[in-house]
């Protein structure tokens, strides 16, 4: 069992940045590939961003790649998305996500893929 809690959403303006964090309780953090995700009002969950258990390996959705950074530190169990350049259409609950695999396989952006997941932080960019 793996508990997942999201932090440092809030409201920015549009070329703006905010970090996000993921801390982990539970299992060992170190073994599970994860990823971040995102759901907009009225819209389904879609794929931003994972990594693999070493954080050696990360992958990005084309929407944000170039904008968004993944990382992790598995000393402090906690899994960061670093967000610069802000755009309206970033608004969304942002969630965190446990792969049972500790590398990416082919389905890294299906959600049927991550076992565990937070409760979402919200991230608001204003134009």
């Known amino acids: 069992q793996v508990q997942l809690v999201e932090s440092g959403g809030g409201l920015v303006q549009a070329g703006g940045s905010l970090r996000l964090s993921c801390a982990a309780s539970?299992?060992?953090?170190?073994?599970?590939?994860m990823g971040w995700f995102r759901q907009a009002p009225g819209k389904e969950r879609t794929f931003v961003a994972a990594?693999?258990?070493?954080?050696?390996?990360?992958a990005y959705a084309d929407s944000v790649k170039g904008r968004f950074t993944i990382s992790r530190d598995n000393a402090k169990n906690t899994l960061y998305l670093q967000m610069n350049s802000l755009k309206p259409e970033d608004t969304a609950v942002y969630y965190c996500?446990?792969?049972?695999?500790?590398?990416?396989?082919?389905?890294?952006?299906?959600?049927?893929?991550?076992?565990?997941w937070g409760q979402g932080t919200q991230v608001t960019v204003s134009s």
């Open positions: 539970g299992r060992t953090f170190s073994s599970y590939a």
């Open positions: 996500a446990a792969d049972g695999d500790g590398e990416l396989y082919s389905n890294y952006k299906n959600l049927l893929e991550y076992t565990y």
């Open positions: 990594i693999n258990w070493s954080g050696g390996i990360t």
